[in-house]
């Protein structure tokens, strides 16, 4: 049998009625869930580093750092935020090879902000929420039902069915067109050369593959990598040429709308030269639409970024709520291989098999978009924390093996109604769903399990926790 001094201060006069958790492994959790898990990979560079400054992000980054801060109660302040400022350090610098995610040096300062804050926390003392020396002792009643709730509200909300996020609302009349939009006000000043559309998404790897081929290319064999079945195919017939406004047979449209309306997958590849930087609109490349606010889809450029506009019942008759943009990459006189891709979920632009641009529709068209994508599997660990917690403090079992067993319990139990409910509809990787939805929850339950000191007080003021 082990004995812990518990903190001088402690007092209970029904030692039943607390739980006492540290903080240190629950903070880590929901800053690695919140922060580190990659979805998708990009090449880091200095223009990922965003400079504007957002409220809402800042007060989020200040609330995520506080349990650290908690947790690291007792100690220095200087400690305090160099432990806050060099964790945070990392977590940015980490952000910068994931897609959808935004590193910058003002996150730095909230969550050292956050990690100040938490320390200060261990002074509050009511009769529900404390704070002692790097642990959180609360209720045991209240507790159970605000974890409950929580975990259960969570679920819910994550298997709430949202918009469809297909091709369900193309519109047959639109048409193809390049170099312009058909009301002639979104003229592009480039050259493009060549692009192929396709009903699948083109993986990365073939991508990848297309970047050597040669623009414009001396001979037609210059194009014999080109990904098998495309829909529709087209070549500039003078590629050294400044592209004009052209429209595209009607029959071309036709097809294209036929085929990727039935998949909803698409994948556009275009070749082109910039000539301009100056445009302040969305000047369009490639456009299958019927004015600049009606489209099915668009690849277009403004200054040094690149959009791609992809219509579904969740992202506008524009198709730019939201679009997905590149970072500023662009450059004058240079030749760029560009692939926009959809594959049901999530739209990539890659520029010269790099990817720098993504987004979620599925996510936005979720009812709680903010709980999907990059989000969901901190989600879905909170849920299986939650059950956890509710198991572990209604049975009072003190065990650490038995709070292990039902901390998987519980994460097998949320698992179970997360394939139950559907309650995925936005996950990043459809392929590895299975596993990817039974190890969030399981992972947050065994935090919480390891986290938890169950022990009753052992009288009022210094008392003795016990853990067999």
């Known amino acids: 049998m082990n004995e812990r001094r518990l903190p001088t201060g402690s007092r209970s006069n029904d030692p039943s009625a607390t739980v006492w958790i540290r903080l240190a492994p629950v903070a880590l959790l929901l800053i690695v869930g919140a922060t580190t898990i990659p979805v998708d990979f990009r090449l880091p560079a200095i223009q990922l580093i965003p400079s504007p400054f957002n409220p809402g992000d800042f007060a989020l980054n200040i609330l995520l750092f506080i349990p650290l801060g908690a947790a690291l109660a007792g100690r220095r302040w200087y400690v305090v935020i160099a432990a806050s400022g060099l964790l945070s350090l990392a977590v940015e610098v980490l952000q910068l090879v994931q897609a959808g995610r935004h590193a910058g040096p003002i996150d730095i300062l909230g969550n050292m902000a956050g990690g100040l804050l938490g320390s200060l926390c261990q002074r509050v003392r009511t009769s529900i929420v404390r704070f002692e020396s790097g642990a959180l002792i609360l209720n045991r009643r209240l507790f159970i039902i605000a974890a409950f709730v929580t975990g259960g509200a969570l679920l819910l909300a994550i298997a709430v069915p949202g918009t469809p996020h297909d091709f369900s609302n193309w519109d047959s009349t639109y048409k193809l067109a390049i170099s312009d939009e058909f009301t002639r006000d979104c003229s592009w000043g480039g050259t493009l050369v060549a692009w192929a559309v396709y009903d699948r998404p083109i993986q990365r790897n073939v991508i990848r593959d297309l970047v050597g081929v040669q623009i414009p290319p001396e ?19 003078e590629p050294r040429k400044p592209s004009g406004f052209l429209e595209m047979a009607p029959e071309v449209s036709a097809k294209v709308h ?18 301009d930087l100056e445009q302040v609109n969305v000047e369009r490349i490639v456009t299958f639409s019927r004015d600049r606010r009606h489209r099915n ?20 008759l524009d198709g730019n709520q939201p679009a997905t943009r ?69 049975s009072g079992w003190r065990r650490r093996s038995a709070r292990c067993f039902l901390g998987c319990t ?59």
């Open 219 to 237: 001979t037609r064999s210059g194009f014999d990598p080109l990904p098998a079945e495309w829909v529709v195919y087209w070549e500039n017939p």
């Open 326 to 394: 590149t970072s500023a990459t662009l450059e004058t006189g240079r030749s760029y291989f560009v692939a926009a891709t959809y594959d049901g979920f999530v739209s990539r632009v890659f520029v010269d098999g790099d990817l720098l641009g993504r987004g979620n529709l599925a996510a936005n068209a979720a009812v709680f978009p903010y709980l999907h994508d990059a989000a969901l599997p901190l989600v879905l660990a909170v849920c299986g924390g939650c059950l956890a917690g509710v198991l572990i403090a209604f």
């Open 258 to 275: 036929q085929r990727l309306a039935g998949t909803g997958t698409m994948s556009l590849l275009a070749w082109f030269r910039v000539n």
């Open 410 to 468: 519980g994460g097998l139990v949320v698992a179970a109604a997360v394939w139950a409910l559907e309650a995925t509809p936005a996950w990043p990787v459809p392929s590895a769903s299975l596993f990817l939805g039974i190890a969030p929850p399981v992972a947050g339950a065994l935090v919480v399990a390891m986290s938890f000191a169950a022990g009753p007080y052992a009288g009022a003021g210094r008392g003795r926790m016990e853990e067999q």
């Open 297 to 316: 889809f668009a690849l277009g450029q403004y200054g040094k970024v690149l959009e791609f506009r992809l219509r579904t019942p969740a992202t506008s």
